[in-house]
Nanobody, 123 residues
């Protein structure tokens, strides 16, 4: 069993940066693909980014490519999402998730989820 706790969300202005963190407890973190998802009110959950167990492979949604960077520190059981040049359309609840499926982007393939952290970007 893996528990995930996100932090780092907040209210910022357009153009600002935030770094989200997700700390995992339990066994197996270093073997999991980790993903970040987001869901805005009234919208479908979308995959934002994912990183392989080694950190050697990453995925980004087109909407965040070039602005967001995912990374992980397996020694600290932590995955990060650095978000730069934030836009109002990035406003959403952000969730981290873990899966044994290599670099999965479909939420249905993820077994473990955090409670989420809210990111609000004002214009």
């Amino acid at each position: 069993q893996v528990q995930l706790v996100e932090s780092g969300g907040g209210l910022v202005q357009a153009g600002d940066s935030l770094r989200l963190s997700c700390v995992a407890s339990g066994r197996g973190f270093s073997s999991f693909t980790m993903g970040w998802f987001r869901q805005a009110p009234g919208k479908v959950r979308e995959s934002v980014s994912a990183i392989s167990w080694s950190g050697g492979n990453t995925y980004y949604a087109d909407s965040v490519k070039g602005r967001f960077t995912i990374s992980r520190d397996n020694a600290k059981n932590t995955v990060y999402l650095q978000m730069n040049s934030l836009k109002p359309e990035d406003t959403a609840a952000y969730y981290c998730a873990a899966t044994a499926v290599v670099l999965a982007t479909e939420g249905s393939l993820y077994d473990y989820w955090g409670q989420g952290t809210q990111v609000t970007v004002s214009a």
